[in-house]
Structures are given as structure tokens and as C-alpha cells.
């Protein structure tokens, strides 16, 4: 427990005896007449008293538990309105009846008055203490160690600062405008990191902005008074006390108003991050379809109005392709005369059945002579490695109005679309044969058809792979991904129970990977194009709480492997340990990070148990990914093979290469499980960094 926790349940006590000394040492100051045995206090113990109860205040909100929780950044700001910022509409209540009595009995007006602005100083402090600290949850929310430590800087300058004007005489205009232009461009710079911004969606930073305006409204009722009362008869206090709080509230009031600005110039942006999140629950009722046992035209249908919402198409119809035939199942605010016009000119260029994008059909041949009224064109296949299904046809009235996002949007779209065909179409199957064997043939077949068949092949590495199930059809899995900038994204998991339903959840997995590691178009460089693993994990999780069954989980862990600049992060989620041989230190052990399995919690929360690990790999490093099925495989005595034996046999391999090293491994793990039926999936995949990588070749 740090030493502020320590310190906090005194501070309540302290702050309430420095306040009462406080208006005691005003009464007495204001009004010596109130005791005459008692003297005058001198000006200074005001000043002391006031600077030990605004301390107090602030150090009791500092040490007090952060009152953010999770992405509830909304309420936090609603709470902020609803509690202390109703103490401005107090201060002037307060005010309004001390001017009311000092009409009626003037004999009290002044006693009141001095009373009334004691009061309003102490609702002030409070005040400032929890906007202070408010912001301080919102702008440091996931910030970096470096910022925490600029923040607490900016703290000590400010209160220095503010201490020095509220003892020492007013400084000249000259030091004001250097201490305050260096503090105000130093809060500026710390005030613009607010990563709590993008969170929101546009409803939110709506509502973030007016919640916002009425912490400065309610900073300004403040001011507004102390500024009234500055120059009031009544008034007997020290010039400094005045100067003190305005510097306070205009510190605080600029918080806010930073606040504001970031939140205000990011509402344009929140319908593109809207429009991301709309796209993979698209993505996501697709896979849902065939789970719930829709006709193939629903899912065309689906994809159709997925595909239309999420271009802006202002014009849109799907062909499908059948026995050499084309069908056309829907079509949006074209004719069918136009339809036949562009499908004819693109058969005439030999340009069907392939993706095709064209962003100035006004000026392109054959297509300024259909006069037609749109000025951009894309085209999407529906289409697997074994037949064509058909395509789809979008157009928008203006040039220049498709990008390379959308057509990778539509990509996606259309592979997850035509997985849900064909697993539907594998689930018709199986109707005209006996049940249960069908659907384990089905799913089997599923299953097959997402396992990569051929392996990342690439001068700065080698994979070597190995899947078996132990059924007819398994939960195990894995995937690769190039990325931007000479990146490889490597997924392995296993997912809970058997059969239909596993393979199901496989496909859905599959189909969440490829739609989260997608470019990200706002990217400001080249490492935040896609997710960190942490990230996905946590956004995979949200998308699979829609669908996966209460009972059912998923176990992952994905790596993305920067070979370029010879390094690695990943994150696992409640999968096994990874296997890994140091060629430096020339030792083998595990990388023991935590995780918890992908639906187990489905709620914001999540992310909070999944850790990101960071690695810079060496030439001749070896990593070893496997699931369970591996180590709990057992021999004739009911013994585990284990994570000993294995990390054994990559000390005694790990300088051969990569199928070498699975071969010997499976030959191992055969021979001490001989004579024993496998009891869960086997998935190994060995990954060894070449030792002349291509920057040391040059």
C-alpha cells in the first residue's frame, strides 16, 4: 500500500478541521469586533490554513481508488455533472440569499457574507480536486509510463505555482505570461492524449461534449463569483487569496477545454470507427446463418445488404452463376436494361468473374457510350478454389467512389459468404445419409477445408506442421496471415467439444481472424495497420459472445511475427505455453504469460486478462506451438507425456531444421503412447528462424 493510501483516511478529518479554521480565522479577520478578548489573526494563518485544506482535498482525491471503470467513460463524465459540478449551482444559491439578507438585515449582511464565501471556497476546492483528478483517469487511460511521470511533473510545477501566488506578493505581468505561457503549452501537450476519445461512439461524444460544457459552465459560476465579490465592501481578506483561486479554477477550467476540443474533433471520425465495428457484425451474422439453419438465399441475401450498407452503394445486383447459366437474385435502384448493358460490355473485355474496380466510367471506353448515371464500378466474385458462384456489381453516382478498403471489405465478405454456402450445402448432404455420420463426415470436411495446405514459405524462416484429430472430426486449428511491412500473423487454437459444432466454431474463428487483422485505413504508421494480439483477443471475444454457446470456449494464441526487423509479440488466450530455443543463451524454456480462454467472460472486462509479450528472436531460434492433445497424450501407465519430455526433445533437436525437428518430436511422442488410443486432437507447428537471414546475407 503506498503511502498516500495510507495517509487517506486522516485527510477527511484534516480537511474538515482546516475548513472550520478557516471560517473561524475569516470571522475574526473580517470582523474583530465578534471577540474582543481574542486577537486579530494575522493575515498569513488565513493563507496557511487555506493552502493545508486545498492540499488536503487534493491529495485525498489523488490517493482515493481510480473512479473509471472499464470504458465507462460517459458515466464518469455524468457522475462529475451529477455531483461535485452541482456545487456551483450551491455556491450560487448561496450567494443570491447572502445578497438577499444583507437587503433585509444589514446588521448580518456582513457576518453572511463572510460566512457564504468561506463556504464557496470550500465547495470550490472540492470542486477542482475531483474535475482534477477526473481528467487525470481519462488522460492517462492506457497511457505510457513516460506520460504518467510528465503528468505527476505537471502536477508539482502547478502547485509550486499556485502556492507561490497565494503567499508571495502578485508578480509582474512579465513572470505571468512566462510562467503561464510554459505551463499552459505544457498542459496542452499532456491534455491531447486522451485515448478514451476513440473509444466512443458518435451518441457518446455527443453526449461527452455537452457533459463537458457544463463542467465549464459550472467552473464559470464559480469565477463569475469570486470575480463579483473581489471588489465587494465586505470583503476583508488578502489580495493573494482572490488570485489564488482564480489561477485554480482557470487551470482546472482548461483541462476540461482541452477535453472538449479532442472530443469535438474527433466526432468526425466516429462514424468511420462505427462503420468497423458495423462491418464485423456483418461478417458475424453470416457465420450465425448456417448455425441457425437458413436457406442458401438467405445468406445471399445477407451478404447482398451487408456488401450495399457497408460501400454506400448507390447501386447494387448480384448475379449467380448456375449450370453455365447467369441468375440474377437481386438488384437495387438500377434497370434491368442497365444490368444487361454493363454485364455485356464487361463479357465483350473478358472482364467477368474476376474483381474489377473502375472509379471513372464517364470517361472510360464502352462505358461513356451506355450513358449511364453512375461514375464508379465494382465488381466482386463469389467464387471457391473448386467452382464459381457468382458476382456482385456495385455503383455509386459519383467518380472516384471506391477504395482499395472496400474492395478488401468486399473480399472478406464474399469468403465468408461462400464458406457459409458450401457448409450449408455440406449440411443439406448429409440429410439424404444417416445422421450422425454424415454430419461428423461434413464436419470433417469443413474442418479439413480451413486448415492451411500450404505453408508460409519465405528466406527468413521455416514451418513445419502436423494436425490429426483424434475423431472423425476435431476442435484444433490454425491459421497464417501476411501483413503489411514483411509481417506474418500466426493463430493456433482449439476449440471446445467435437463434431458439427466445433468445425462450426473453427469456420467463425477463421472468419474473425481475417476480418479483425484487416488494414486499418486511419492508421498514422506502419506498425498500427492491424491489431496488436492483445487487442484482437479482446475483440474476438466480443464478436464470438454473440454466438458461442454458454457452455462452449475457445482456446487461442496469436503471433505476429516482424522477420524484417527480427522480432515477435504475442498473446494467448488460456492456450498452451509456447516451446521456445534461445540461440544466444542456448537454453530452451517456456514463455509462461497469462490468458484466459476466449468466452469465458463476456463482457468489457476481458482484455484485462489477456498480456501482450514482446521478443526479439536471433538467427536459429526454434518456437514450438502445439496444443494439449500433445502433452496429455499417455502411455500404457495413464502417465502425461508433459511439457518436460517435450521441452527435452528440443534441447536435443533444435539445430536441425524445422520438419526435422517435428518429425523427431511425433516420433517421440508415438513411441511412448504406443499401444494407447489418442484421447484429444494433435496441432504442431515448429517455426526456426534461418540462421543467414537476408539482412545478414547482404
Known amino acids: 500500500m503506498s503511502f498516500l493510501r495510507k495517509l487517506h483516511p486522516f485527510l477527511y478529518p484534516v480537511s474538515l478541521l482546516t475548513w472550520l479554521g478557516l471560517l473561524a480565522c475569516m470571522l475574526l479577520y473580517a470582523h474583530p469586533a465578534l471577540a474582543q478578548q481574542v486577537p486579530r489573526p494575522p493575515s498569513w494563518l488565513l493563507l496557511v490554513l487555506q493552502a493545508v485544506f486545498a492540499a488536503s482535498i487534493f491529495i485525498q482525491e489523488r490517493s482515493a481508488a481510480d473512479r473509471l471503470r472499464g470504458l465507462d467513460f460517459v458515466g464518469l463524465l455524468r457522475r462529475l455533472v451529477l455531483g461535485p459540478c452541482l456545487l456551483a449551482t450551491i455556491c450560487v444559491g448561496l450567494h443570491l440569499v447572502q445578497r438577499l439578507t444583507e437587503d433585509q438585515m444589514p446588521g448580518v449582511g456582513s457576518i453572511l457574507f463572510t460566512v457564504t464565501y468561506t463556504v464557496n471556497i470550500g465547495l470550490f476546492v472540492l470542486l477542482l480536486a475531483r474535475t482534477n483528478y477526473v481528467w487525470r483517469s481519462l488522460v492517462l487511460f492506457r497511457s505510457s509510463g513516460k506520460l504518467r511521470k510528465q503528468w505527476e511533473a505537471f502536477e508539482i510545477l502547478l502547485g509550486v505555482t499556485l502556492l507561490v501566488h497565494l503567499f508571495a506578493p502578485t508578480p509582474t505581468w512579465g513572470f505571468n505570461s512566462v510562467i503561464f505561457g510554459a505551463l499552459a503549452a505544457f498542459g496542452a501537450y499532456i491534455s491531447s492524449h486522451q485515448k478514451w476519445v476513440a473509444y466512443l461512439s458518435r451518441r457518446q461524444k455527443l453526449e461527452a461534449v455537452l457533459l463537458q ?9 464559480f469565477v463569475f463569483y469570486f470575480l463579483q465579490t473581489q471588489q465587494d465592501p465586505h470583503l476583508v481578506a488578502p489580495d493573494t487569496q482572490h488570485t489564488f483561486l482564480i489561477l485554480n479554477s482557470f487551470f482546472a477550467g482548461f483541462y476540461a477545454f482541452m477535453g472538449l476540443l479532442v472530443t469535438a474533433f474527433n466526432l468526425p471520425t466516429a462514424s468511420v470507427f462505427e462503420q468497423k465495428r458495423e462491418e464485423i457484425l456483418s461478417l ?57 448493358a454493363v454485364r455485356s460490355l464487361l463479357t465483350d473485355y473478358n472482364l467477368t468473374h474476376i474483381e474489377y474496380l473502375n472509379n471513372d466510367l464517364f470517361d472510360s471506353n464502352g462505358f461513356r457510350g451506355l450513358d449511364l448515371p453512375y461514375g464508379s464500378l465494382m465488381v466482386m466474385p463469389l467464387s471457391s478454389s473448386k467452382r464459381q458462384y457468382g458476382s456482385i456489381y456495385m455503383l455509386k453516382e459519383q467518380p472516384q467512389g471506391f477504395d482499395r478498403e472496400n474492395l478488401s471489405i468486399l473480399q472478406t465478405f464474399a469468403s465468408q459468404a461462400v464458406l457459409s454456402i458450401e457448409n450449408l450445402q455440406l449440411v443439406q448432404a448429409s440429410l439424404h445419409t444417416q445422421r450422425v455420420q454424415d454430419e461428423l463426415k461434413i464436419a470433417s470436411a469443413v474442418q479439413d477445408s480451413l486448415i492451411p495446405k500450404n505453408l508460409p514459405i519465405d528466406n527468413w524462416f521455416e514451418i513445419s506442421s502436423h494436425a490429426l484429430a483424434a475423431t472423425e472430426v476435431g476442435g484444433d486449428f490454425y491459421d497464417f496471415l501476411h501483413l503489411p511491412g514483411r509481417r506474418l500473423a500466426v493463430l493456433i487454437g482449439d476449440v471446445s467439444g467435437k463434431g458439427v459444432t466445433a468445425a462450426f466454431h ?40 454473440r454466438c458461442l454457446e454458454r457452455s462452449a470456449f475457445i482456446t487461442a494464441s496469436l503471433y505476429i511475427i516482424d522477420y524484417e526487423h527480427g522480432g515477435f509479440v504475442f498473446a494467448r488466450a488460456g492456450h498452451c505455453h509456447t516451446l521456445y530455443y534461445h540461440s544466444i543463451k542456448e537454453e530452451v524454456s517456456y514463455f509462461r504469460t497469462t490468458g484466459l480462454g476466449l468466452g469465458i467472460i463476456r463482457n468489457d472486462t476481458y482484455e484485462k486478462h489477456i498480456k501482450n509479450q514482446f521478443y526479439d528472436y536471433n538467427p536459429s531460434d526454434v518456437m514450438v506451438i502445439y496444443t494439449d492433445g500433445i502433452v496429455e497424450a499417455r502411455n500404457g501407465a495413464q502417465e502425461e507425456y508433459g511439457e518436460e519430455r517435450l521441452q527435452q526433445m528440443l ?48
Open 506 to 545: 473453427v469456420a467463425q474463428m477463421k472468419g474473425i481472424f481475417h476480418a479483425l487483422m484487416q488494414e486499418n485505413p486511419l492508421a498514422r504508421n506502419e506498425r498500427d495497420k492491424f491489431p496488436v494480439p492483445s487487442k484482437f483477443m479482446a475483440q474476438a471475444n466480443n464478436a464470438l459472445a
Open 213 to 221: 460544457v457544463a463542467v465549464l459552465l459550472s467552473m464559470g459560476a
Open 284 to 340: 458475424q451474422r453470416l457465420t450465425q446463418l448456417i448455425q441457425r439453419g437458413q436457406t442458401q438465399e438467405e445468406v445471399y441475401r445477407m451478404f447482398f445488404d451487408s456488401a450495399v450498407q457497408t460501400v454506400n452503394a448507390d447501386a447494387a445486383w448480384l448475379d449467380l452463376s448456375a449450370e453455365g447459366a447467369t441468375q440474377q437474385l437481386f438488384q437495387q435502384h438500377i434497370s434491368p436494361e442497365q444490368i444487361t
Open 651 to 698: 534441447e536435443s533437436t533444435y539445430y536441425l531444421d524445422a520438419e526435422q525437428i517435428k518429425e523427431r518430436i511425433l516420433a517421440d511422442l508415438t513411441e511412448f503412447s504406443l499401444g494407447q488410443p489418442m484421447h484429444d486432437d494433435q496441432t504442431l507447428l515448429v517455426i526456426k528462424f534461418k540462421a543467414a537471414q537476408p539482412e545478414a546475407a547482404l
